[in-house]
């Protein structure tokens, strides 16, 4: 089952809301992903959790909290956002270390900050 | 900087035709190559990877890559309608971090 879920579909929030964005994957993988894509651009990488820690962060705002409780599930805790945070915010998995890094994205959110 | 290029198109084919699309890295020390494709509103879904040099098929996709001259290609034989869509260029430059090019949009023409 190369699947990854994630939960909602759409959200829309004012920027004094906190919200949070959940991904769910059962492929067994040790590596899960957050990333950001703004119209007609390509994913741009937000966070990497590798074996449920954090392994990188590409210098992103601290309104965004990721958090990964367990290897199939993980989190972005959004507060205090922007208008220009409006994106679709993916999640991926892989295996982890020592592979090809094969990422599967899972459907997305589509956030609107208003 | 670690750079993957693609020309954003529109690359237009007729159906049934071949479509064509390449990528350009920088980084030498590249690891593995993706394709997605991505139809608009949607998520990217993983097509075809390659790690090594020369050709790899899976149905009407081919994958070509060529590491000496760093770069890598997307064939996609009997074009239908439904394969209009963008198409990512990816490529695992190491410590889990996928380069992705701007895309290469392509559009069908029954």
């Known amino acids: 089952d190369t699947e990854v879920t994630q939960t909602p579909k759409h959200l829309v929030m004012g920027m004094t809301n906190k919200k949070s964005l959940k991904c769910e994957q059962h492929?067994?993988?040790?590596?899960m992903y957050w990333y950001k894509q703004k119209a007609k651009k390509p994913p741009e990488l937000m966070f990497v959790?590798?074996?449920?820690?954090?392994?990188i962060n590409e210098s992103v705002p601290s309104r965004f909290s990721p958090e990964c409780p367990n290897s199939s599930l993980l989190n972005l805790h959004l507060h205090a956002l922007q208008p220009e945070d409006s994106a679709l915010y993916l999640c991926?998995?892989?295996?982890?270390?020592?592979?090809?890094?094969?990422?599967?994205f899972g459907p997305g959110t589509r956030l609107t900050v208003l | 900087q670690k750079e993957v290029e693609q020309n954003s198109g529109p690359l237009s084919v007729p159906e049934g035709a071949i479509a064509s699309l390449n990528c350009t890295y920088s980084?030498?020390?590249?690891?593995?190559f993706f394709w997605y494709r991505q139809y608009s509103g949607k998520s990217p879904e993983l097509i075809m990877f390659?790690?090594?040099?020369g050709d790899k098929e899976d149905g009407r996709f081919t994958a070509q890559l060529n590491k000496a001259s760093q770069y890598v290609s997307l064939l996609i034989r009997d074009s239908q309608p439904s394969d209009s869509a963008t198409y990512l260029c990816?490529?695992?430059?190491?410590?889990?971090?996928?380069?992705f090019g701007t895309g290469t949009r392509l559009l069908v023409s029954p």
């Open positions: 980084d030498r020390g590249s690891q593995s």
């Open positions: 492929m067994g993988h040790r590596a």
């Open positions: 959790y590798s074996y449920e820690k954090l392994s």
């Open positions: 990816a490529v695992n430059t190491g410590f889990q971090k996928l380069v």
């Open positions: 390659i790690y090594s040099n």
């Open positions: 991926a998995s892989s295996q982890g270390k020592d592979s090809y890094n094969e990422q599967f």
